[in-house]
């Protein structure tokens, strides 16, 4: 959230992170099924966090030769990561439900909801330690009414940003501050090599030992196969396009422009704070309500903050707006995020490993063209986009929400009982 702010010249922050989100699709359309099946669970995580070490380190001396390469590493990294993660979880929920006598697809959600909860503080912690760090920075001060100008919906797309918010801080707080991530980073690693468990689903290394070498390297693709998996395409990729205009343009247009590069880390505090809260509250309360509702409350939410940004004008006055966005913001990312997840793991439960690598794959689309086109057209045009992309989610995940509904009827009660609900006869079509 940093980067679009912090190395602003010549766009080399957005460079990067479209560089990481372009590894990240090539990375998950090839390795997560291999990686995972060569290295487990377990280890395949332990050994992508450690790509995630090495981008804090290319961030200690950032130009095009040390950004770049480590973006790259990060994102190939990164897909398998997440692909473990996601199957983890997956086996351990249904694992959990089999001996409790609960509905796998309830536990899903919940350990979901968990993952998500903590998953998002690390926004809290890590935008706390930034603001807490940069906030030392000497060359704070007023923004000017001409400097304000340039800031919104409708900012300058010149490289001259204000000369108080836009600032670079001194290069000893930015040591200090990624040496403070990299030794997070490091830790994280040891904890999981010592404390967490590999973990074997029996029916999952069956399937393994009978598939051969190119047909798992090329399961992400063949996934596509599926009707449902293609209409899950937009709603997947908005995700990232939500996320790249939030802390990419939001922060930069809005934040640091009107405010001063400090606040962003509070902004995202805020947005990351109500993020995780809500995780954990809609992976609970999605038995009740229905996945249908929380995705409907998600995209007006989204809808309201994206219509705000086009109308407001920031002003540092208006103190309160730049949060109370975020905050709404957080909302509707939780559902995003959890209920999407959940949905691909209980659509394709089969095919975990390929349908986790595709969620990656069309997430990190979304990320690439958001920041491929950040430094190149003004934030009205891009809010614009994000709303587009929005509406047709919402029209395919309906297409998505038809085709279950039409298949449940044919199915049994009982057999919907043993199985914890329709979706786990349809992985089968």
């Keep these: 959230s940093l980067q679009s702010s912090l190395n602003a010249e010549e766009g080399l922050g957005v460079a990067s992170l479209s560089v990481l989100y372009a590894a990240l699709t090539l990375s998950s359309m090839f390795l997560p099924p291999i990686i995972i099946k060569k290295l487990g669970c377990k280890w395949t995580i332990a050994v992508s966090m450690c790509c995630y070490v090495a981008y804090s380190l290319g961030n200690f001396y950032a130009s095009w030769y040390t950004l770049i390469p480590t973006s790259m590493i990060l994102g190939l990294g990164g897909a398998p990561l997440w692909s473990a993660k996601c199957t983890y979880l997956t086996i351990a929920g249904t694992l959990y439900a089999e001996k409790a006598g609960k509905s796998a697809k309830d536990i899903i959600n919940q350990y979901f909801g968990i993952f998500f909860l903590v998953f998002q503080t690390s926004g809290v912690w890590g935008n706390l330690i930034s603001s807490l760090i940069l906030s030392q920075s000497s060359n704070q001060g007023e923004v000017s009414e001409e400097d304000l100008e340039c800031c919104g919906a409708y900012d300058c797309l010149t490289d001259t940003t204000n000369s108080t918010g836009s600032e670079r801080p001194s290069d000893s707080l930015i040591y200090t501050l990624l040496g403070v991530y990299t030794a997070s980073g490091v830790l994280a690693v040891l904890l999981v090599i010592i404390f967490l468990d590999q973990i074997k689903s029996d029916q999952a290394e069956t399937e393994k030992e009978k598939t051969p070498f190119w047909s798992t390297f090329l ?78 409350l998600a995209a007006v939410l989204n809808t309201s903050c994206l219509i705000t940004v086009l109308l407001w004008k920031p002003d540092p006055k208006q ?42 794959l069309w997430e990190s689309v979304g990320f690439v063209i958001a920041f491929a086109y950040s430094t190149k057209l003004q934030v009205y045009i891009k809010a614009s986009i994000v709303l587009s992309v929005l509406a047709l989610s919402m029209l395919t995940y309906g297409a998505v929400e038809y085709l279950e509904a039409k298949s449940s009827p044919g199915i049994p009660a009982a057999t919907k009982k043993e199985n914890g609900g329709p979706h786990s006869q349809e992985t089968h079509m």
């Design 319 to 360: 103190l309160a707006v730049f949060f109370v966005i975020p905050g709404l913001w957080g909302v509707s990312d939780a559902v995003w995020q959890t209920q999407t997840n959940a949905l691909y793991g209980i659509l394709f439960e089969k095919n975990k490993e390929a349908a986790f690598a595709n969620y990656r």
């Design 219 to 296: 399961a992400t693709l063949r996934h596509l196969k599926d009707k449902r998996q293609c209409l899950l395409i937009p709603l997947t990729m908005y995700s990232g396009f939500e996320q790249a205009f939030l802390s990419g343009d939001f922060s930069k247009s809005f934040v640091t422009c009107a405010l001063g590069i400090q606040y962003v880390g509070y902004m995202m505090i805020c947005f990351a704070g109500i993020n995780s809260l809500c995780s954990l509250l809609f992976g609970k309360i999605s038995q009740f309500t229905g996945r249908k509702l929380l995705f409907a």
